[in-house]
């Protein structure tokens, strides 16, 4: 296990954990968000191994133990739900999710949904493709993006659940609304930096260049 910890703003912490599973190569991310003395939100609870959750927690009780508003999952894959449980014993927040989700949810979420965390405010945005249930989360400048975008890609569009002419509008239409100056951080290191911008993934993001919807499925068809 190997766990990089940093607060890249007044109002984000990102945590980078990678315990060597195949399963996800480069590890993944979680982040809390907003002010330790007020309240944040935690997105992402991590993968099946404790110690991955532990890694969370041990961030949780660095930052002092903060109120924790809500638990917020960007989609129910397993390498971002699993450590719910223990996350929930430990700071006894609510799990909000996508109203799509198919595990455990205390308040389901929608389109357009905004939560106040103490002074910041976050933003729901559903973008399905790599899966039914997943969001994108807009804070104080930020966009979490989970498995929907990643820096210098997408998420996969041949899981259960997914569907690529989803992810295209997702992609195209939905993200199109967040703008250039939003700094993107996503559920995995899959790229050549931990974080981004949505002008740079505009540029230089070879998933976002121009393509008709019947161009990009074939293209996410592509091996
Ligand atoms: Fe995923």
Request: glycine share 12%; net charge negative; hydrophobic share 35%.
């Amino acid at each position: 296990m190997q766990g990089t910890n940093m607060q890249v703003t007044a109002h984000v912490y990102a945590m980078h954990i990678d315990d060597g599973a195949t399963a996800h190569p480069g590890g993944s991310n979680n982040y809390f968000v907003g002010e330790p003395s007020e309240e944040m939100v935690l997105i992402d609870t991590g993968d099946r191994q404790r110690t991955w959750t532990e890694a969370i927690l041990d961030f949780y009780h660095g930052l002092g133990r903060p109120k924790i508003g809500a638990v917020l999952i960007t989609h129910g894959h397993h390498d971002h739900v699993n450590g719910n449980g223990r996350a929930v014993e430990l700071t006894g927040a609510k799990v909000a999710a996508h109203r799509k989700a198919e595990f455990t949810v205390d308040r389901f979420l929608k389109h357009g949904d905004t939560l106040r965390v103490g002074e910041i405010t976050v933003g729901v945005l559903h973008t399905p493709g790599h899966a039914r249930d997943a969001i994108c989360l807009q804070a104080d400048g930020h966009i979490f993006t989970g498995d929907t975008l990643f820096v210098g890609e997408c998420g996969r569009t041949d899981l259960p659940g997914s569907d690529p002419r989803a992810m295209h509008r997702s992609l195209f239409e939905v993200l199109a609304e967040v703008p250039d100056s939003a700094v993107v951080w996503p559920g995995h290191d899959y790229g050549p930096r931990p974080s981004s911008t949505m002008g740079d993934e505009r540029r230089e993001n070879y998933v976002l260049a121009p393509r008709s919807l019947e161009e990009f499925v074939a293209f996410m068809a592509e091996p």
